[in-house]
């Protein structure tokens, strides 16, 4: 399978300290920080025997805390792709924790969670999702009268744009996360995808909902080589099969009609 997530779930060059350490103090979670002398790893992170020993190890001497009860502390810099970044964009960080995710910054900034967790999910909205507004109150309807029909719902509060968090070429994520309860679960895994709205939009469907309106996320394609991760819009697997398994003709020069 190809991610096709602008930030993959499998991604090298995460850098990493337990949030104890003395290199993880002070403004980590800003873009300008020097992290050159954290430790380097690739997502995802497993809380297996390793990955403890690892945080005991560079946690300061005097901390005698369990492994379990330590935060740590993660960062990675990543480009958005040319073209992909508008003010009417919008983007999904989805993160996964078994344990949880005490903070997620972007470029500084802290985002907010969509919703609550489930099993281990987290996902974070840039920009992030509008609060609802509060119901309207039902009008009482007396004996023999008709009620009143409700009022038209307020329109939806407009946030501010994917330009005020994320920006053309560097950025940089940072996370917080504490360790799950059983060892060998998943630490911390993060991935990023555009959130596509459709071009064509239904007939039928309201102008107070249309913002809502988007597309299913793709994350994934299926390959089974890794002509098609590079060669895109086309089948490449009938262009230049490597195991002569398929092959693309011209039926009407190939295979000419006989009489």
């Not at 009482?140 to 968090?165: L, M, S």
């Not at 917080?176 to 998943?186: C, L």
């Not at 195991?243 to 295979?255: E, G, I, L, S, T």
Request: aromatic residues 8%; neutral net charge.
């Amino acid at each position: 399978m190809y991610d096709l997530g602008i930030l993959p779930e499998e991604a090298r060059g995460w850098r990493f300290l337990p949030a104890g350490a003395k290199g993880a103090a002070g403004d980590w979670f800003q873009p300008s920080f020097n992290d050159k002398k954290w430790l380097v790893g690739a997502t995802p992170f497993n809380w297996d025997r390793e990955m403890q020993t690892t945080v005991v190890e560079n946690s300061p001497a005097d901390d005698s805390s369990p492994a379990g009860e330590r935060l740590v502390n993660f960062r990675f810099e990543f480009e958005l792709p040319p073209g992909v970044l508008k003010k009417e964009s919008k983007f999904k960080f989805e993160v996964q924790a078994m344990g949880s995710v005490v903070h997620l910054w972007l470029n500084g900034r802290e985002l907010k969670l969509d919703d609550r967790v489930k099993r281990g999910r987290h996902e974070y909205s840039v920009p992030p999702l509008p609060e609802k507004p509060p119901a309207a109150p039902k009008a009482a309807a007396g004996k023999g009268i008709a009620a009143a029909p409700p009022p038209p719902p307020p329109p939806a509060p407009k946030g501010p744009p994917a330009t005020d968090f994320l920006r053309p070429g560097k950025n940089v994520i940072a996370a917080q996360v504490k360790p799950p309860a059983k060892g060998g679960e998943i630490l911390f895994q993060l991935r990023l995808d555009e959130v596509k709205r459709p071009k064509d939009l239904p007939v039928e469907v309201d102008e107070s909902v249309a913002e809502e309106v988007v597309e299913k996320i793709v994350t994934h394609r299926a390959v089974v080589c890794d002509l098609c991760s590079k060669i895109g819009g086309i089948p490449a697997c009938v262009h230049a099969c490597p195991h002569d398994a398929a092959m693309r003709v011209n039926a009407r020069k190939d295979f000419p009609a006989t009489y």
